[in-house]
């Protein structure tokens, strides 16, 4: 394992942002007005992939009498309604910025769409400091598929065995490593009981690992 990363990417759901709690909401919102009970087991089994992939995981949202394209505009209008400054998740952005200032490159790379990420991006104050941000269109495969992060370290730079990941889901670590980088898991209340064994690294406290590691 590499002791020295030249750059950080940054899974940005449920890292950046505390926005798991509002996808489900609005998800469990817009699959009741189609006749559909998304529950808490149908979260968790998706997290961390994408809404397309998540329609193909639970037959039920299929079987819905709405289209995809149109469920996903109800969301996507919904969340972006709703995102607020104050859903940022300590201490991820304060990282950020005290990363950036010592001239690390950093990337964050999302499974959510476009509107969703800069939404996000937004509402943590990170877009300065980043160099991209990567949604669901900017890769041919979703995570866990290893395109989003190669990509994200394509556009800045580094090698993908310079790479340092945070993530939040098994998905999105196996990810991570799938693209040949070292993989921090920090999970939360919705992650915490998943199986992060495939991480090189899970902590509770983001801002307890040893950052001096990334070294420009």
């Excluded at 790379?109 to 269109?137: K, T, Y």
């Excluded at 995570?143 to 990941?165: F, H, M, Q, S, T």
Aim: charged content about 25%; some cysteine.
């Amino acid at each position: 394992m590499n002791a020295r990363y030249r750059a950080v990417l940054w899974d940005v759901d449920g890292v950046l942002i505390d926005s798991e709690p509002l996808h489900f909401d609005n998800i469990v919102g817009a699959c009741a007005r189609y006749g559909y009970a998304f529950t808490e087991d149908d979260c968790r089994r998706s997290l961390g992939v994408s809404f397309a992939e998540m329609w193909r995981m639970i037959p039920g949202l299929a079987a819905m009498g709405v289209a995809f394209d149109d469920l996903l505009a109800e969301l996507i209008d919904d969340y972006v309604e709703r995102v607020r400054p104050d859903m940022a998740r300590a201490p991820a952005p304060q990282l950020i910025a005290r990363l950036a200032g010592r001239g690390v490159p950093m990337a964050a790379a999302s499974s959510s769409p476009r509107r969703i990420v800069d939404a996000n991006i937004a509402a943590v104050g990170a877009g300065a400091h980043l160099a991209a941000w990567l949604s669901r269109e900017d890769a041919r495969e979703g995570k866990p598929a290893p395109d989003l992060y190669l990509e994200a370290a394509r556009r800045i730079g580094c090698a993908p065995a310079d790479c340092l990941v945070v993530e939040d889901t098994p998905t999105g670590v196996a990810a991570g490593k799938a693209a040949g980088m070292t993989v921090i898991a920090w999970p939360h209340a919705m992650t915490a009981s998943m199986d992060f064994s495939q991480a090189d690294h899970v902590v509770d406290d983001l801002a307890a690992f040893d950052w001096s590691a990334v070294r420009v």
